[in-house]
Nanobody, 124 residues
Framework: QVQLVESGGGLVQSGGSLRLSCVAS????????MAWYRQAPGNQRELVAD??????????KYADFVKGRFTISRDNAKNTVYLQMNNLQPGDTAVYYC???????????????WGQGTQVTVSS
């Protein structure tokens, strides 16, 4: 079975940092686009950052509201994607979700997976 296991959330003060990790039990992890989303109470789930997979993987994109503060990265040898969050602000408070989008190797297949979410709370 596929499982995305997240860790690293917590409570920090404004200006602090956290590093989120997501370990994915995906056989073809290298081929998946990995992403971090977040959702605050009463709001839609929104894309924070993603990172491509495959032969030319490692290309990143960021939402404007985190650009320059957050960094997404992946370690394919460890089946892990990270989100380094610096200079956190109260507006970053949300549940952060790991997401995988790719193939299990079957022609025409597409697999989408979500982590359980981890709470990030930033106090002022």
């Amino acid at each position: 079975q596929v499982q995305l296991v997240e860790s690293g959330g917590g409570l920090v003060q404004s200006g602090g940092s956290l590093r989120l990790s997501c370990v994915a039990s995906l056989r073809y992890f290298n081929n998946y686009v990995m992403a971090w989303y977040r959702q605050a109470p009463g709001n839609q789930r929104e894309l924070v950052a993603d990172i491509t997979g495959g032969l030319h993987g490692g290309k990143t994109k960021y939402a404007d509201f985190v650009k320059g503060r957050f960094t997404i990265s992946r370690d394919n040898a460890k089946n892990t994607v990270y989100l380094q969050m610096n200079n956190l602000q109260p507006g970053d408070t949300a549940v952060y979700y790991c997401h995988a989008d790719g193939t299990n190797g079957i022609v025409g297949s597409r697999e989408l997976y979500w982590g359980q979410g981890t709470q990030v709370t930033v106090s002022s």
